[in-house]
């Protein structure tokens, strides 16, 4: 049975800033994010099934992803816990989405967060592969399951 992998694409609007950084990104700025998702698995080889010929069905991929993930990054402003008291109130008044994470928001991080996530809810039967994050259209970070076994 050959193994394929198979990969799914989301797009989420977010904001962030980068705490301390030595440049613009250290201000609150927006990103059209791409995720790619992708998982390796066996082919289900049982024919009549609905299911028959995947890895796993890209729908339930997508609510998996949608209900893990993008439901509560998309629209929202990531901020590092260490960010001064001050700023975080402030910044809490204007943004219903402010999100509170405790780690400097970059593509590593958010990539390394969401493989967490989303390791607890892939079915047993396939393995999350790895996850490319863009943050630009030029600059992205990737997660390989086999790079942290
Ligand atoms: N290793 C990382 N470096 C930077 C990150 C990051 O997450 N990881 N993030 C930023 C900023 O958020 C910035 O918005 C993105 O950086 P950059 O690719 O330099 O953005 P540009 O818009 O300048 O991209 P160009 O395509 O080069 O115009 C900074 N660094």
Request: hydrophobic share 40%.
């Amino acid at each position: 049975m050959p193994r394929i992998r198979v990969t799914k694409r989301f797009d989420f609007e977010m904001a962030h800033a980068l705490l301390a950084y030595n440049g613009v990104c250290k201000n609150v700025h927006g990103h059209t994010y791409e995720l790619e998702v992708t998982l390796i698995g066996d082919a289900k080889n049982e024919p009549g099934h609905p299911e028959d010929g995947m890895v796993m069905d890209f729908g339930q991929l997508k609510n998996i992803v949608n209900t893990k993930i993008i439901q509560f990054f998309d629209h929202a402003l990531v901020i590092n816990a260490l960010t001064p008291a001050p700023q975080k109130e402030a910044l809490a008044l204007t943004t219903e989405r402010l999100t509170v994470l405790g780690f400097q928001p970059t593509s590593e991080n958010l990539v390394t967060y969401f493989a967490g996530i989303l390791q607890q809810e892939i079915p047993s039967n396939v393995s999350l592969f790895s996850l490319r994050l863009y943050e630009t259209k030029t600059s992205f970070a990737e997660w390989f399951a086999s790079d942290n076994q």
